[in-house]
């Protein structure tokens, strides 16, 4: 059954291993921020460094897999029909729209939205990694500057990924202006279970 993150929102859920997520871009152009961790020991979590590291690449596609800290195989993505994804940078937080923004006044943000929907799993504020950015177009030039595009996704676009362990998952559809090109729209996903 397939359901909905309503807009600068988040949720949080387990997977077993082999169960299936698909994340789908409904409307197109919107950004959802992903963290993982073990099940079994949440210290246990996604890292963006292992896998740009293990799977040789920063952008992270069809084919590639999400590693944890401790260089173990978390996930595994099998189709995405957008192909561009983001592993480096950092869930927007409160902060991000007083620095980047210059906006003072409270904005929600990833990070709000994964941390409070994870507390029932007992993973605290600090616990949250960098998040794979699913849909999130970041391009940079010869010297290295970075620039947040809007994304390349189009309606119904999707990425599935394969748990490659029992996992906690916290997934969001994303708060920043500049990397949903201007709008907020709502994320879908749907969890495969294993047979």
């Known amino acids: 059954m397939t359901k909905q993150i309503e807009p600068q929102s988040g949720v949080a859920f387990t997977l077993k291993k082999g169960d ?9 152009q919107q950004v959802s921020d992903m963290v993982l961790f073990n099940y079994r020991d949440s210290r ?25 800290n401790r260089s173990q195989k978390m996930m595994r993505i099998l189709e995405d029909t957008n192909g561009r ?6 869930p927007c937080s409160p902060e991000t729209f007083q620095i980047m923004y210059e906006n003072p006044d409270y904005h929600p943000s990833c990070f709000e939205n994964l941390y409070t929907n994870l507390e029932p799993y007992h993973i605290l504020p600090d616990d949250i990694p960098t998040a794979f950015n699913i849909f ?5 030039d010869e010297k290295g500057k970075l620039s947040v595009r809007p994304p390349l996704s189009k309606a119904e676009d ?5 748990a490659m362990m029992d996992l906690i998952v ?4 994303c ?7 201007g709008s907020f729209k709502p994320i879908q996903y749907e969890v495969i279970t294993r047979e």
């Open 170 to 173: 916290g997934l969001t559809a």
């Open 44 to 68: 246990e979590k996604l890292s963006s460094g292992k896998t740009l590291d293990f799977e040789e690449s920063i952008l992270i596609t069809q084919g590639n897999y999400l590693w944890s």
């Open 136 to 140: 999130m177009n970041v391009q940079f």
């Open 158 to 162: 999707y990425v599935v990924f394969e």
């Open 20 to 28: 299936r997520l698909k994340v789908i871009d409904p409307k197109g």
């Open 175 to 181: 708060s920043a202006e500049d990397s949903n090109g």
């Open 85 to 90: 994804n983001d592993f480096l940078l950092a």
